[in-house]
C-alpha cells in the first residue's frame, strides 16, 4: 500500500512561525531563536513559550506547576487571546478565585480575563474525564469560542489508576492541539519516588516524550549544615527551582534557575541557581 509523503518544499507555506507567546513570568527569556549577523549569530528572545508548543510542567506537589499554569492563563487572556482551561482536578469555582487574585496580583484587568478565559470542569464528571467525551468538548469550546491557548491541569488527572494507558492519552491529547494550532501548557504530577531533578512524570515517561518540551519545578528543604553554607538560607527554608528540561521548537536556556512564589501568589523567577549562590 503506497504512503503519503512530501518533498520538503511542499510543507513552506504549512510551517509556523517562531515567535514567543507570553507567560506572565520571566519564563519568557529563558526562550530563544538566532539571528545571523554582520559578526556571526546571535540570541533574540522570544519573549514567551514558542508559538504552538505543547509543553509539559512537572513537578513534585507544591512546587508552583498550577501557578505557573494560572498564570500564563492571566497573561493572555488580560492581552485580549481566548484561553480554555480545563481543570481536573479543582472545581471550578476555585479557580474563579484563583484568577481573579492572579489579575489583581499581575496589575491585569480581571474583567478582561473574565471574558477570554474558558473553562471546561472536569473535576466532578466522570465521563469528562474519559478522552473522547473531553476532546469532544475542547473541540466544540475551541471551534465556537475562538481559542488559540490551552491550559490542562493535570493531565495526569486523565489516567489516574490507568498508568499503562498514558501513552495513548498523552499522544491523543498532543495530536488534538496540534490539530487544532493550540499553544498550550499541560501540567503533570510526579511521585515522590520518581527523580525530582527529571521530567518524569506519573505514567513514566509519556508525557515529557510525546510532547514538544518540559518544564521542571522543584523545590529543596534547607536541612543541613551544608545546605545552610551553600544557600545561606536557614534550617526549615525552601529553596524553589524551574529548568527547561528540552524543547524541540526552539533553543533555551538549559540552566537551573531559582524562583519564588510572592505573598500575592505569583512566580517570580530572580536568577539562574550559580549566580544565586554567589550573590549570596
Same mark, same amino acid.
Given at each position: ?23 506572565? &513570568? ?70 474563579? &478565585? ?163 512564589? &510572592? ?18
Amino acid at each position: 500500500m503506497a504512503g503519503e509523503y512530501f518533498s520538503l518544499g511542499e510543507l513552506r507555506d504549512e510551517a509556523s512561525k517562531l515567535f514567543g507567546i507570553p507567560t506572565g &513570568t520571566r519564563l519568557d527569556e529563558l526562550f530563544f531563536s538566532i539571528e545571523k549577523t554582520d559578526g556571526g549569530y546571535r540570541r533574540k528572545p522570544l519573549g514567551g513559550i514558542p508559538h504552538l508548543a505543547v509543553l509539559n510542567v512537572t513537578g513534585i506537589p507544591d512546587t508552583g506547576k498550577s501557578i505557573l499554569a494560572e498564570q500564563f492563563a492571566v497573561a493572555q487572556a488580560g492581552a485580549g487571546y481566548r484561553v480554555l482551561y480545563v481543570t481536573v482536578e479543582s472545581p471550578a469555582n476555585f479557580l474563579y &478565585t484563583a484568577l481573579k487574585q492572579k489579575s489583581e496580583a499581575m496589575g491585569r484587568d480581571f474583567s478582561q480575563v473574565e471574558r477570554n478565559v474558558v473553562v471546561i470542569d472536569a473535576s466532578a464528571s466522570e465521563e469528562l474525564r474519559t478522552s473522547k467525551a473531553l476532546l469532544d468538548t475542547m473541540g466544540y469550546a475551541i471551534r465556537e469560542k475562538k481559542i488559540t491557548n490551552v491550559v490542562i491541569d493535570s493531565i495526569t488527572g486523565l489516567y489516574e489508576h490507568r498508568e499503562v494507558a498514558a501513552r495513548q492519552i498523552v499522544r491523543q491529547f498532543f495530536s488534538f492541539l496540534k490539530r487544532w494550532r493550540q499553544t498550550a501548557l499541560l501540567v503533570s504530577q510526579k511521585r515522590s519516588a520518581q527523580a525530582s531533578e527529571s521530567a518524569e512524570a506519573a505514567g513514566g515517561l509519556a508525557v515529557a516524550h510525546i510532547l514538544d518540551g518540559t518544564i521542571v519545578l522543584d523545590k529543596k528543604i534547607v536541612e543541613t549544615r551544608w545546605d545552610v553554607s551553600l544557600y545561606r538560607l536557614p534550617v526549615g527554608s525552601v529553596l524553589r527551582t524551574l529548568r527547561i528540561d528540552g524543547c524541540r521548537l526552539a533553543p533555551h536556556d538549559s540552566r537551573t534557575w531559582v524562583f519564588e512564589i &510572592t505573598e500575592l501568589g505569583v512566580i517570580e523567577i530572580i536568577a539562574p541557581l550559580e549566580e544565586y549562590i554567589k550573590k549570596k
